[in-house]
């Protein structure tokens, strides 16, 4: 099951798609006197800087792409640390130890991103950069983390895969850091199926973000430099790009559309008396793509969760530290806290929590039970009365 963009595939993203099938042309570079080359790479970029309002956006083929491209660019290099939370996909982790550097987990707070109080425990003289993770839609402190950084020196790099179209205080997801990561698989807000966007203000970080996603070879944006680094090859494509500004110009209607199923799929939920939910850092910032609850007890979650054919977070499988045994054995091996219980308050929240689908309907993510996008008000309040009527039996067993 897919995030909400999939859920709106219609006829634009098909003529787009056709338009440059028919062209035949399909590299992102080329002759841009040559009529067939219709240069959709670039547009998405230039748009995406609209969109997004940053300087450089930089199309890659995937999330991950974007966050080894986003850590190469602030200059991430073996034996660095990297300070990330512990509530996470993996790609977050993978990416760092991908550039050599060493993962140092936090514990998360009950937004279910990093607390910047644990940031703090957690630098040392080889952090060189904070890698908040914008988990579920939810934007981290980043007023806070800004600021530590500022303190210590630090790089920002934002993990904005699950928070494309999210704002914090006006500023998107991704633009508020040194650099952001988003990406656009089949899951999240908007989707090409697989891709992803490097987004900063920064025209060095750019550059190197640039020549490391296409093999070394420097930018021709004005103002940028050959920095001559040895790179890999994460390009976009023509078809891909073109699918991906059809679905860039639905992104603002989209999260009109999932706050307004949000607002009133938690209106009903608000009415559960004793209900909790996690805490938003923006509340109409937000993206909207689920609806946490806090439950009281990761007994009470698990039989809410078994009701409704769903589980508390702790079961969503690569999302959380505490699952992942190849990085526990990466995290041992390199002195750093490791399994589960190494991070408790993490635990505890993950395993009191739910993750109801408003717009991304995963239960690899934990959100295999809700609504999404194109529910029907009438759905929306007969899944909320379903998970009251779970919420009041199981209360009512204790
Ligand atoms: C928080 C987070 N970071 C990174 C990624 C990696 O994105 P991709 O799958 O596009 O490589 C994901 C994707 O699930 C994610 O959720």
């Keep these: 099951m897919p995030g909400p963009g999939a ?8 003529q787009a798609i056709a338009e440059v099938l028919e062209s035949q042309y399909l590299f992102r570079f080329g002759d841009v006197n040559n009529p067939k080359f219709l240069q959709k790479t670039a547009a998405l970029e230039r748009e995406a800087e609209r969109v997004f ?14 966050l080894l491209s986003s850590l190469f660019a602030v200059g991430i290099k073996p034996g660095d640390e990297v300070i990330v939370p512990a509530y996470t996909y993996l790609a977050t982790y993978t990416a760092v130890i991908f550039l050599g550097g060493i993962p ?20 040392t003289p080889k952090t060189k950069a904070i890698l908040p993770v914008h988990m579920l839609g ?15 020196g630090l790089a920002v790099v934002e993990d904005s895969c699950q928070a494309v179209g999210a704002t914090y205080r006006g500023k998107s997801a991704g633009t508020i850091g040194d650099v952001g990561a988003m990406s656009l698989n089949f899951f999240k807000t908007i989707t090409t199926g697989e891709g992803g966007m490097v987004v900063t203000d920064n025209p060095e970080y750019y550059e190197r973000a640039f020549e490391f996603h ?26 891909t790009a ?34 909790k939910f996690r805490t938003l850092n923006d509340e109409r910032g937000e993206s909207a793509a689920v609806c946490v609850v806090v439950l009281d007890s990761a007994e009470e ?28 054995a990466f995290l ?30 995963d239960a690899g993510l934990g959100a295999g039970f809700g609504v999404n996008v194109l529910s029907s008000d009438e759905e929306i309040e007969a899944k909320a009365r379903q998970f009251e009527e779970a919420y009041r039996k199981v209360k009512s067993e204790q």
Aim: hydrophobic letters at 35%.
């Design 332 to 361: 041992k091996e390199h002195g750093q806290p490791y399994g589960y219980g190494a991070y408790p308050r993490t635990d505890d929240l993950m395993a009191r929590t739910i993750a109801l689908s408003v717009g991304v309907v």
């Design 242 to 275: 073109a699918f991906a500004l059809a679905q860039l110009a639905k992104l603002p209607a989209l999260v009109e559309r999932l706050h307004y199923v949000k607002d009133k799929f938690k209106g009903y939920l608000s009415q559960i008396p004793g209900l």
């Design 138 to 152: 939810n934007l981290s402190q980043m007023d806070a983390i800004l600021d530590i950084a500022k303190e210590h």
């Design 301 to 328: 979650t698990k039989k809410i969760g078994a009701l409704l054919g769903t589980g508390p977070i702790q079961e969503s499988g690569w999302h959380v530290y505490s699952n992942m045994d190849h990085i526990n």
């Design 214 to 239: 296409h093999q070394g070879t420097p930018s021709e944006r004005e103002g940028t430099r050959n920095l001559g680094v040895i790179g890999i090859n994460f390009r976009s494509n023509e078809v």
């Design 7 to 14: 859920f709106w595939v219609g006829e634009e993203e098909k």
């Design 53 to 66: 309002k940053c300087k450089y956006a930089l199309a890659t083929t995937s999330g991950t792409a974007s």
């Design 104 to 123: 140092v987990l936090a514990e998360v707070d009950d937004s279910l991103t990093i607390d910047p109080e644990e940031i703090k425990k957690k630098i």
